[in-house]
């Protein structure tokens, strides 16, 4: 199994940025995928989620500004990062889950990617 991300790097605030996790080794299409993120110095906390059947849930801090989709054919999930902020930056990191299970929970984990937001 794995799930790699790309897409991360430096960009000046108001910005944008598409991120990308390729997953194999799994039936992607049952799974629920969530992009989340972890600050320098501080927790990692969730930042989209998107369900098997393509419900999709964001926090507070990055509605109307992310947006999450994914692409079964593709076994690939995407995150589109428009009007960046220097407190987006983070290593970005997905996951899979599958049960209900919630994202903190997930069955499958990336390693992330950087993204660094310049103000």
């Known amino acids: 199994v794995q799930l790699v991300e790309s897409g991360g790097g430096l960009v000046q605030a108001g910005g944008s940025l598409r991120l990308s996790c390729a997953a194999s080794g799994f039936i992607f299409s049952n799974y629920a995928m969530t992009w989340y993120r972890q600050p320098p110095g501080k927790e990692r906390e969730l930042v989209a989620t998107i369900s098997s059947g393509g419900s999709t849930n964001y926090a507070d801090s990055v509605k109307g500004r992310f947006t999450i989709s994914r692409d079964n054919a593709k076994n690939t999930v995407y995150l589109q990062m428009n009007s960046l902020k220097a407190e987006d930056t983070a290593v970005y990191s997905c996951?899979?889950?599958?049960?209900?299970?919630?994202?903190?929970?997930?069955?499958?984990w990336g390693q992330g990617t950087q993204v660094t937001v310049s103000s």
């Open positions: 996951n899979a889950a599958r049960g209900g299970r919630p994202w903190y929970l997930a069955d499958y």
